[in-house]
């Protein structure tokens, strides 16, 4: 029983081996010219300035459309450093005067104590 499967074992492997081996040539010679050295860098250089072009292009779009979003978020940044501006000076305003109140009455205190 051994022998059998030891012979089943080597007909697998033995199989594709010999199918392998008798198939006919199929590399295929490599016809065409090789790309000279001056013709590569040319190629390669003119990808490169293509590649370049669409950079360049595709960056103007998003430059443009960036300034237009910060042109906006700079009106509405200006809008409300306005309000706030307009209500710290609200706010100054009224503590100014509670300041003053408060300094005059110490004022007062203070000039009736003066000997005269």
């Not at 492997?13 to 065409?32: C, F, G």
């Not at 509405?76 to 609200?90: D, G, I, L, P």
């Amino acid at each position: 029983m051994n022998r059998m499967n030891l012979l089943a074992l080597v007909s697998l492997v033995a199989v594709p081996v010999v199918s392998h081996a008798q198939r006919p040539d199929t590399v295929k010679r490599d016809t065409v010219k090789k790309e000279g050295t001056a013709a590569k860098v040319g190629r390669q250089t003119g990808t490169s300035l293509d590649k370049a072009a669409k950079t360049t292009e595709h960056n103007v779009k998003k430059g443009a459309s960036a300034t237009k979003t910060n042109a906006s978020h700079a009106a509405s940044a200006t809008e409300t450093n306005a309000k706030n501006a307009a209500s710290a000076t609200k706010t100054n305003a009224k503590n100014a005067e509670k300041a003053t109140k408060t300094n005059v009455k110490h004022l007062k205190k203070n000039v009736k104590k003066v000997p005269g």
